[in-house]
C-alpha cells in the first residue's frame, strides 16, 4: 500500500533562517507531488505540484521554493524565513483523476 | 474565477443528529468532486469521489450528492458520533488544479 510520509512534524524557527520540509510517498511510482499551506481558518492555498522528477510548477509568488530530486521525495524550502511563512504546511500525493493522498502536516511558527 | 465555497463555517450538533454540508462551486473544466475530513493537526482524509455523471456516493454514514447542473454538492452525515467532529472540505480538480472550499468546521457534543 502506499504511504506518504512528512517531517518534521512541528518545527519553530528564528525569522531569517532557512527552511527545509521533506516529504517523500512509498509504494507507488511517477506520483503527482503537492505542497499546499494551510493558514487557520482558510482554505488549502497550493503552492507547488510536480508531476516528475525535476519539474515544478509554482502556484503562487512566495518567499518558499520546491525540489524533487527523486521521483517519490519533494521538499519545501527557503533561504530566509519570514513571519508570514507561518502555518500549516500539507504535502500530497495523487495519480491523474484520483483523490490526493495527504501527509500528517508540518506546523511551522516563526519567531 | 474557480472558487469553491461551503455552507455553514462551522456547525454544532448533539450526537445522533444527522446534518447536511453545502458545497456550491465555480470551476470550469470540472473533472471531480472530492469531499474530506481533515481532524485537527492532521492531513485531510479522502471521503468521497464523484464525477459528472454521479448525482450520489455513499461512504457508510457520510453521503455525498452532486448536482453537475446547479454545481452544488452536499455531505449529509447520518446519526453523528463524536468522532465526527472535524473540518469537512469541499475539494472541486480540474486537470491538475485542485481548488479547496475553505471548510465547514463540525462539532458534536455528546
Known amino acids: 500500500s502506499q504511504t506518504i510520509h512528512q517531517w518534521p512534524a512541528t518545527l519553530v524557527q528564528p525569522v531569517g533562517s532557512p527552511l527545509s520540509l521533506e516529504c517523500t510517498v512509498e509504494?507507488?511510482?511517477?506520483?503527482?507531488l503537492y505542497w499546499y499551506r494551510q493558514a487557520a481558518g482558510r482554505g488549502l492555498q497550493l503552492l507547488f505540484y510536480s508531476v516528475g522528477i525535476g519539474q515544478i510548477s509554482s502556484e503562487v509568488p512566495q518567499n518558499l521554493s520546491a525540489s524533487r530530486p527523486q521521483d517519490r521525495q519533494f521538499i519545501l524550502s527557503s533561504k530566509k524565513l519570514l513571519l508570514s511563512d507561518s502555518g500549516f504546511y500539507l504535502c500530497?500525493?495523487?495519480?491523474?483523476?484520483?483523490?490526493?493522498?495527504f501527509g500528517d502536516g508540518t506546523r511551522l511558527s516563526i519567531l | 474565477k474557480n472558487q469553491v465555497e461551503q455552507s455553514p463555517q462551522s456547525l454544532i450538533i448533539l450526537e445522533g443528529k444527522n446534518c447536511t454540508l453545502q458545497c456550491n462551486y465555480t470551476v470550469s473544466p470540472f473533472s471531480n468532486l472530492r469531499w474530506y475530513k481533515q481532524d485537527t493537526g492532521r492531513g485531510p482524509v479522502s471521503l468521497t469521489i464523484m464525477t459528472f455523471s454521479e448525482n450520489t456516493k455513499s461512504n457508510g454514514r457520510y453521503t455525498a450528492t452532486l448536482d453537475a447542473d446547479t454545481k452544488q454538492s452536499s455531505l449529509h452525515i447520518t446519526a453523528s458520533q463524536l468522532s465526527d467532529s472535524a473540518s469537512y472540505i469541499c475539494v472541486v480538480s480540474a486537470t491538475y488544479k485542485y481548488i479547496f472550499g475553505t471548510g465547514t468546521r463540525l462539532k458534536v457534543l455528546a
Open positions: 500530497a500525493w495523487s495519480r491523474p483523476g484520483q483523490p490526493q493522498h
Open positions: 509504494g507507488t511510482s511517477n506520483p503527482n
